[in-house]
């Protein structure tokens, strides 16, 4: 199981957005700027049933996206790989922690409570970090 | 039928936003990348060097999606979903470049050769943006 280098999990803590690939029903590719997460080992994007992008997953694993500096957008990662794992539990606490990264230390997320959330936890596959290493 | 772009579609894409593009591997497997962005008309164009795994999708499979979330102010986003409808090539592509580099800052950018540069225009079959 691959490593998230550690130049891809600096721009990960970061509070960069990243912008994530599913597929289509009939194939063609779907984005969308997400909030993103990692464990060390997964990139962990955060989603509510319903959508298009959970559907799609179940549908077609694969995934690409990419993390941009939101200071320097030359400074990037770009990760493609599959899903494999979508929980429910402890998903409605991982989107506050990605509140308060995002939002601010005393934020919570403002949607609504009656979203089921889920976390997809992404296995990388492929990694490519461009740009100056920071620090 | 490609969509006519929202006023506010057309605004992120005017401005010095980097747009995220995602083409098609070879199996099928979706991959994206960061690029700058242009605008003719209700098309979204993008400059890019001939030797890039994008280039390389978009010549088998024309199937696309784009976002854009502006730094200064990133949600909503603009999201399309669409196809390149024209490949351009030569000394055509060169001024696509010219153009998107003046566009993001560079005043003066020196012409690649034409043999290196590629633009593909692309129309939209989905938006989501913001209306203004």
New interface residues.
Partial sequence: MAELPEAARQLIDEPNLAHFVTLMPDGSPQITPVWVDHDGTHVLINTAEGRQKPRNLRRDPRVALTVVDRANAYRYVQIRGRVVDMVHEGAWDHINKLARKYMGPEARYPGSQSETRVIVKVLPEHVQVSGPPRG | MGKPLPEGAKRILDGLN?A?I????PN???????VWVYRHGDHVMISTGVDRQKTRNLERDP?????I?P?DQ??P?L?I?GRVVEIIRGEDAVDGFVEVSKKYGNPNPQRPPAAERVVYKIEALSVVSPQT
Avoid: D, N
């Fill in positions: 980097f995220h995602a083409t098609l591997m099928g497997s979706p991959q994206v990348s960061p199937r696309v999606a784009i976002s979330a730094v990133p949600f986003p999201q979903r």
